[in-house]
């Protein structure tokens, strides 16, 4: 593609009014190059050629402009008086699509209108723009390194010393009113996120949730936990034993003979599991003693708690199913006085030091002396706790234990008795109804 370049020597005096290059048409009117004046670059002399010759796949594109200040450092082939570009570097590429292109300007007025008009564009499409995202490609575009105010940079050589300082004060006002533009745009959606963040992700601090109320322990596990702590800190362990018993553990090995009422229908709870034996549910815990003795050589200090059950009448003193504990020790020397000596401890630790306790003769097939133990009220009279006494040597011979060499005590008395008494209840039938406004003081 040949471009007709018109020499128009300055010692002749037609350069053209401003010193901008001249726009030569192709003869298809398509703008398509600009005309070179006698410029320096460098240092290097731009030598006018007649014509000037650019390769058909550079020239064949509509979208690019030389930029005539970089085309005497092109590399070109001179014949016949006709320069042949097969390089231009400082061709420009125009933007097919979105955006404002500055054509070859003749002088820094034209370079500033054209400079003002793209500013009010860029602002009307950054105040346009959607999202942060919309702002970056605007923001890349307007002052990036191939944006239009980087290529206007470029155009600056091609005017007058006069015009560059007023044109270089041009461009960078556009580029500071662009600056200004792009960051005022990306505060105005930054915060608008935030805004749409803070109402997605917005708590009401006012609200104020009902308090949530916590459960605690039933008073005869409170008991039960207490009691346990008592006696293993004076060195017992636990035991415990099923609540389903056969007639031996919970009556014969205990010398609880055939004819004893304890038997009967009218005090014990019977499961008919049919032959070849007799099984009820247990009427106190001292089957685990039973069980204990049976499985473990002596010396043996336990206490055993669990349910128990019998054929009462509910009252105010009395449950059908109700919490036991029972002690046991076995041990070389053992006497009463032991035996007495363990039930104060244990008021004292339990009820505190203030409670007192006695002794009284009883009669338990099981015990032999038998006596029955009780403490001292605040108003001096005296409340009945339990049963004591010294295991029978029956009781012993059963469980395979020589009385000749070992000797010891039992006791037993009611949780929930106790729990009675360490809360002053009114009644034991309390601990049962399931009332959550009594349970709930506890």
Known sequence: MLVDVIRRER???????????????????QPVGVALPSVSWIGLHVRHYDRIAIDPVVGDRDDLVVDHQLVALSVGIVANDVLHLRSVPG?????????????AVTSAADLTADLDALVADATTRLADAADLDAVAALDAELLGKKSVVTGAKKQLGGLEPGDRKAAGQAINAARLALEEAVAAAKTRLAARARAAQYETERLDLSEKLTELRRGSLHL??????????????????????????????????????????????????????????????????????????????????????????????ADA???????????????????????HGT???????????EVKTRLRPSYFPFTEPSAEFDISRADGSWLEL????????????NCGIDPEEWQGFAFGFGI???????????????????????????
């Open 11 to 29: 010692a002749e005096g037609h350069d053209r009014p401003g010193g901008g290059p001249e726009v030569v048409e192709h003869p298809s009117h």
């Open 91 to 103: 061709m420009m590429r125009r933007p097919r699509e979105s955006g404002r292109n500055l054509t």
């Open 220 to 313: 005869n596990t409170q008991a039960r936990d207490r009691l346990e702590d008592v006696f293993v800190g004076m060195g017992f362990t636990i035991a415990e034993g099923p609540e389903v018993e056969s007639a031996w553990y919970n009556f014969e090995a205990l010398n609880i003979s055939e004819w004893h009422p304890a038997r009967g229908s009218f005090d014990t709870i019977f499961v008919d599991l049919g032959e070849p034996e007799q099984v009820m549910l247990r009427s106190h815990t001292s089957p685990v003693q039973i069980r204990t003795m049976e499985n473990t050589e002596p010396p043996i200090y336990i206490v055993a708690p669990g349910r128990t059950f019998r054929t009462d009448t």
């Open 317 to 339: 003193t009395h449950l059908p199913a109700f919490n036991q504990i029972e002690g046991l020790v076995i041990d070389r020397g053992i006497t009463l006085g032991d035996l």
């Open 343 to 353: 039930i104060q401890e244990f008021v004292r630790l339990f009820f505190g030091g």
């Open 386 to 397: 339990g049963g004591c006494g010294m295991v029978h040597p029956n009781v012993l011979r």
């Open 416 to 442: 929930d008795r106790l729990a009675v008494m360490r809360y002053e209840l009114d009644d034991i039938r309390e601990l049962v109804n399931n009332d959550v406004r009594f349970l709930r003081q506890f």
